[in-house]
């Protein structure tokens, strides 16, 4: 196989691994033992992490190596809390800007959402969702601003993936489709006040979700 080829296989392994959670955050990524299990030389492994580390999924850490991405709670809780700052900051600007154009491909897209949730599809779901908000969001005609969002939602999702409990939890319901909806009939009808309110709780919804898979995880840490 080309080296190009090798390195796809190996990236797409690791990556569909981290996705689907067979390798937990802070869990170190071996040379050796990747080279071993795939029959790959260490070149293409080492352009593979490369890879996912500008991705945001994996971690280089000087002299210790390569492990998947293990952001502190702390962390967490400051990507979640700006970002909704920002966010309401951006759409307060973005409704002058929208129309019924607008409106109907942001529908479009909640319910895309909610099927893509229906079927427990992370990648998908993260995708659909970051369309969402930034759909809106790029509306508020400020580029500095939109940057900022673009980089935190690209954070948040990386803790989407690796930490949201509903893609385990069997008993939860899908809630961010229904709170989506919401936000934009209050978009629509330029309710500034009731936007501020609702935006808090979906993302304090967000992160709880969040944070009960993420102490799940530091629970068996100390456990074992």
Do not use: W
């Not at 998947?68 to 800007?97: F, H, S, W």
């Amino acid at each position: 196989m080309k080296k190009s080829s090798m390195e796809n296989v190996v990236y797409q392994h690791l990556r569909n691994a981290i996705l689907s959670r067979k390798l937990a955050p802070g869990k170190q990524l071996k040379e050796t033992t990747i080279s071993g299990a795939l029959q790959v030389s260490r070149t293409p492994i080492r352009n593979a992490i490369q890879k996912l580390s500008l991705e945001g999924l994996v971690d280089m850490i000087p002299n210790k190596g390569a492990f998947v991405t293990n952001p502190t709670r702390d962390e967490i809780i400051q990507a979640y809390e700006l970002r909704g700052k920002l966010e309401y900051m951006a759409l307060c600007l973005a409704i002058d800007y929208m129309d019924e154009n607008d409106y109907e491909e942001i529908s479009r897209l909640i319910e895309e959402e909610h099927k893509v949730l229906l079927e427990k599809n992370v990648e998908e779901y993260v995708t659909a969702n970051k369309q969402f908000h930034l759909l809106i969001t790029r509306k508020c005609q400020n580029k500095f601003l939109n940057s900022f969002i673009e980089t935190l939602i690209n954070q948040t999702s990386i803790y989407l993936i690796l930490y949201d409990d509903f893609f385990e939890n069997p008993l939860q319901k899908p809630y961010s489709p229904k709170e989506h909806k919401q936000i934009l009939e209050l978009i629509k009808n330029n309710k500034k006040d009731e936007l501020k309110i609702e935006l808090s709780k979906h993302f304090e919804h967000a992160l709880e979700s969040v944070d009960n898979k993420y102490m799940g995880y530091k629970e068996l840490d100390e456990i074992f």
